[in-house]
């Protein structure tokens, strides 16, 4: 036997209902945000992910799928996707003719981690990316975006936790001072974050080690080194928040494991995840355009939520959705029929109605055993009467009650019996 790969999960026919929920809910709500759906390549040059994440983060150190093709070109498998787009846009020229941007995206990444609850090494993504606003209305636009997704989804008892990591200048000022204070307690701290101290010190205040999380405790705080347009951006995004009666939790260790941040940051947490407690998450990026190579600065916010984790949730929140069955199952007692099976099963689907039959030469009975179990509303029996008189004979398995019709009228009533069940 050969499975799949570990971390990787397929997605069975009874879990497709919750999925197909999860997927209408976000095509709505994009649209009621008037936001456009953008699809990119799974694969990207190596390059795109190396420019835009950051070489000291975990996910470009030690989770990226990446080889060299058969013409030797590095290539990755996205393990994010705002890349992705922000490399689109320059490359299809997007913005000569919108001064912003309202993006979103829906598909599989791919990200070398230890598989555990809620982590996969293939996992889905929706996300939504604002770009072309440098202020903080459209921070606040991507997380109203954000909420109502959780909102229509039912998920219950989660938090929004915000924070800002300021812009370049002051996150610089803050580093040194982090560098200086967690020096002091090198040896105290964990083997990762003594590796961090060295390459990527903000790295430090995300760490869950117990001996780390003592000594982070008391160190500075980002908001003390903000320069005035960082604290006028954040508190701005507070006051929005709060006029939009958003509820989060101001985080000041909140950093984020990709590199391109600039400002406002947040995540979504529930506790039913565990260790993986992060659902979605997000925040502005904006000097993501320039270390592309853009000409101009793109100030641009966005997010993208975990769907395997919000499945989690939904599903320890008992959240479950029927199958959709089919229609109708045409039974039959002579192989011989079988071109008048084809013949109504061509006219009922024709007339959007799902149809499904025996292609296994079952017996009439063996027939109806697995009309039943597909859960069908109606059977339609083709017996020799039938096929003689030009009729069908519908068998509404609900009430158990059968009726022959001539066959024009039979499959009249079957379709004035979908649109009633449509209109309900
Ligand atoms: P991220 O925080 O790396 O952000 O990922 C967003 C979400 O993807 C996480 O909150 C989590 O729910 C889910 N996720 C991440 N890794 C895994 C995994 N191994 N297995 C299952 N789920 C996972 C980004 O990717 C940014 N591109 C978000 C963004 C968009 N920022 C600005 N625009």
């Avoid at 991507?142 to 002051?170: D, P």
């Avoid at 204070?181 to 060295?198: G, T, W």
């Avoid at 984020?256 to 998450?281: M, N, W």
Wanted: proline letters at 4%; glycine letters at 6%.
């Amino acid at each position: 036997m050969v499975n799949a790969v570990r971390g990787t999960k397929d997605i069975l026919p009874s879990e497709i209902p919750l999925w197909y929920f999860v997927e209408k809910t976000l095509h709505n709500v994009s649209n009621l945000f008037g936001f456009k759906e953008i699809r990119t390549p799974i694969f990207e040059r190596t390059e795109v992910f190396l420019r835009s994440i950051g070489s000291e983060t975990d996910i470009v150190n030690k989770e990226m799928y990446t080889f060299l093709d058969r013409g030797g070109d590095s290539i990755t498998l996205r393990p994010e996707m705002t890349a992705s787009v922000v490399r689109a846009i320059i490359q299809n020229n997007l913005l000569a003719e919108n001064s912003i941007l309202r993006l979103w995206y829906y598909g599989p990444l791919f990200r070398y981690e230890r598989p555990q609850k809620g982590r996969l090494r293939q996992f889905h993504q929706y996300g939504a990316e604002l770009i072309g606003s440098p202020e903080p209305e459209a921070d606040v636009e991507i997380i109203l975006l954000a909420k109502e997704i959780v909102e229509r989804l039912g998920i219950l008892n989660y938090k929004l936790l915000l924070n800002s990591i300021g812009n370049r200048t002051s996150r610089q000022r803050y580093k040194q001072e982090l560098i200086s204070y967690f020096e002091k307690y090198a040896n105290s701290l964990s083997n990762d974050s003594q590796e961090r101290l060295r390459k990527n010190p903000l790295r430090i205040l995300d760490s869950k080690d117990e001996r780390d999380l003592e000594i982070i405790k008391n160190c500075p705080k980002i908001y003390d080194y903000f320069d005035k347009e960082s604290l006028e951006h954040y508190n701005k995004t507070k006051e929005l928040l709060a006029l939009n009666n958003i509820e989060f939790l101001e985080t000041p260790h909140l950093v984020r494991g990709l590199d391109y941040y600039t400002h406002t940051v947040f995540e979504f947490q529930s506790p039913i995840l565990g260790a993986q407690d992060s659902f979605g998450g997000g925040g502005r990026y904006n000097e993501l355009f320039t270390e592309f190579g853009f000409k101009k600065e793109v100030p641009a916010t966005g997010f993208a939520l975990g769907i395997e984790r919000i499945l989690l949730i939904l599903e320890s929140q008992q959240k479950t959705l029927p199958n959709s069955s089919p229609l109708v199952y045409i039974a039959f007692n002579k192989p011989e029929f079988i071109s008048k099976v084809f013949e109504t099963a061509y006219f009922l689907r024709k007339h959007d109605i799902p149809t499904l039959f025996d292609v296994q030469k079952k017996s009439l009975k063996a027939q109806m055993k697995e009309a039943n179990k597909y859960g069908v509303k109606f059977v339609i029996i083709l017996g020799d009467d039938e096929i003689n008189n030009n009729t069908i004979t519908i068998k509404d398995m609900k009430k158990s009650e059968q009726t022959t019709y001539p066959f024009e009228k039979g499959i009249e009533i079957i379709q004035n019996s979908k649109s009633a069940n449509e209109d309900n």
